[in-house]
């Protein structure tokens, strides 16, 4: 029986970094993986989305071009060649990732992993019957499913998750899409680009809740102007299927609103991939399916860690990668310091996007904080109102006394990438008079970072 320093279980963004890490630091290392390295972000999440939401957005500027006098005669689509250029994408980086293994020298072992003891893990690949391997340390990464609700079972044709949405080949007249968080968000925007009619139905009284309620705000005002209905604080309450058409009836605001489409997305959340991976006998804690770590990534059996999705929220690709690193270097005796999640950005990619970190103005005066804002409209920047993105906001949350970036909140073209220059200054401790001392390029549509941390400081000069 072939012995390691750690067994990875899942390669995913977080167990494939964690694993390649581990080689560096030269412990001996193993990857176990059911599917194609890369987990749900690479093949099944993140990146396919991505490439749909990139076409999406081509074909809607397309749409808009003789604004910027481009005349455009016979535009149309052909959705079977966007879905297949997604596809071309997740395949070309999975492969891109059993090359990094191959390149640290880290064997990828095709298979479901099971903990059969505190230093084993017995792995079962179809057709080719059971092994078993040992190592010091085992590193659970398997990641999450998407959840369902009773009585929309998914039939891959008319009732889809996002899974089949990113292998459907064919865009629908109208759509329901039941959830307003990230994923239900970014193929809203998708669908309603290519023309789909689409309805966004969300519990909570604001689209993706949990950010700014200004961001929320901003985001239901742009997908009404783009034609997308958004009801929340709604809820699915029946449905009937026939067939070309889905019958939905929702509850909304005390009333009962009933709305015809061709299919129905469920985006209601993820569920941990925990089941039958032998956990309990080892006595792993669990919470809701939910793997329990300290900030080290540490679960309850001394040699088992857990990093990603399987813990819980930020549910975030870039945090698995994160939480592997460090779960890595602290079982290998590199580090002490555990993983701070206030520093890992959320982002949102549709169009306007969105990118948050750290707390709302909200979540600050409930903390105690005596908070000041400071805030930037891109209507107010050059560089977005020449590209045509004037939608949108930067808003910094400020400790009053200290200027410390207590959080940031972005909503506009190009937000996921601004985001990464507070991720640095949070980082670094830098206060907004630190940011607003910073030249920024000119036109740029990061000066609004600047700008906003001008404003909170009452010396604000463009708006």
């Given at each position: 029986m072939e012995r390691y320093d750690l067994v990875v279980i899942g390669a995913g963004p977080g167990g494939y970094v964690a694993a390649i890490r581990a080689a560096q630091l030269g412990l001996k290392t193993v990857v176990v993986e059911k599917d194609r390295p890369g987990g749900v972000c690479l093949n099944w999440g993140c990146i396919?989305?991505?490439?749909?939401?990139?076409?999406?957005?081509?074909?809607?500027?397309?749409?808009?071009?003789?604004?910027?006098?481009?005349?455009?005669?016979?535009?149309?689509?052909?959705?079977?060649?966007?879905?297949?250029?997604?596809?071309?994408?997740?395949?070309?980086?999975?492969?891109g990732v059993e090359f990094l293994l191959k390149k640290n020298r880290v064997?990828?072992?095709?298979?479901?992993?099971?903990?059969?003891?505190?230093?084993?893990?017995?792995?079962?690949?179809?057709?080719?019957?059971?092994?078993?391997?040992?190592?010091?340390?085992?590193?659970?990464?398997?990641?999450?499913?998407?959840?369902?609700?009773?009585?929309?079972?998914?039939?891959?044709?008319?009732?889809?998750?996002?899974?089949?949405?990113?292998?459907?080949?064919?865009?629908?007249?109208?759509?329901?899409?039941?959830?307003?968080?990230?994923?239900?968000?970014?193929?809203?925007?998708?669908y309603s680009a290519f023309g789909c009619r689409v309805t966004v139905v969300e519990m909570e009284k604001q689209l993706l809740p949990g950010v700014d309620i200004e961001v929320a705000r901003e985001l239901e005002k742009a997908f009404k102007k783009k034609g997308i209905e958004v009801l929340t604080g709604a809820k699915y309450h029946s449905v009937e299927k026939f067939p070309g058409r889905v019958e939905l009836v929702i509850e909304s605001e005390g009333d009962l609103k009933r709305r015809t489409a061709n299919k129905v997305l469920v985006a209601v959340g993820r569920a941990p991939l925990s089941a039958g991976l032998g956990l309990e006998a080892l006595g792993v804690e669990l919470h809701r399916g939910y793997i329990k770590v300290d900030e080290r990534m540490r679960t309850t059996?001394?040699?088992?860690?857990?990093?990603?999705?399987?813990?819980?929220?930020?549910?975030?690709?870039?945090?698995?990668?994160?939480?592997?690193?460090?779960?890595?270097?602290?079982?290998?005796?590199?580090?002490?310091?555990?993983?701070?999640?206030?520093?890992?950005?959320?982002?949102?990619?549709?169009?306007?996007?969105?990118?948050?970190?750290?707390?709302?103005?909200?979540?600050?005066?409930?903390?105690?904080?005596?908070?000041?804002?400071?805030?930037?409209?891109?209507?107010?920047?050059?560089?977005?109102?020449?590209?045509?993105?004037?939608?949108?906001?930067?808003?910094?949350?400020?400790?009053?006394e200290y200027g410390e970036i207590l959080g940031c909140h972005i909503i506009g073209h190009g937000a996921t990438d601004l985001i990464a220059e507070i991720g640095l200054a949070r980082a670094l401790e830098a206060t907004t008079t630190e940011i607003a001392g910073t030249v920024h390029a000119h036109p740029t549509m990061s000066e609004a970072i600047m700008e906003a941390a001008l404003n909170a400081e009452g010396r604000g000069i463009n708006f």
């Open positions: 396919p989305s991505k490439a749909l939401l990139t076409s999406a957005e081509l074909y809607e500027n397309l749409k808009e071009s003789e604004r910027h006098g481009i005349k455009v005669n016979g535009l149309s689509f052909d959705y079977a060649q966007v879905i297949k250029r997604s596809r071309e994408v997740a395949d070309r980086l999975a492969k064997p990828l072992i095709a298979g479901t992993g099971r903990l059969e003891s505190k230093n084993r893990v017995v792995i079962e690949t179809p057709g080719k019957g059971t092994q078993q391997v040992e190592a010091d340390r085992i590193l659970i990464a398997t990641g999450s499913k998407e959840r369902t609700l009773p009585g929309l079972e998914v039939d891959g044709k008319q009732i889809l998750t996002s899974y089949e949405a990113l292998v459907d080949t064919e865009m629908p007249d109208a759509i329901v899409i039941i959830g307003g968080g990230a994923v239900g968000v970014e193929f809203a925007y998708i059996c001394d040699t088992v860690y857990a990093i990603g999705d399987i813990n819980g929220p930020p549910l975030l690709a870039h945090a698995a990668s994160e939480e592997g690193i460090v779960a890595v270097e602290c079982l290998a005796g590199k580090r002490e310091k555990g993983v701070d999640h206030s520093h890992i950005p959320a982002c949102v990619y549709a169009q306007p996007e969105v990118a948050v970190m750290g707390l709302t103005e909200e979540q600050a005066r409930e903390k105690g904080y005596e908070v000041k804002i400071g805030k930037f409209p891109f209507l107010a920047s050059g560089k977005a109102i020449a590209a045509g993105h004037e939608e949108g906001f930067v808003k910094l949350v400020v400790d009053k």
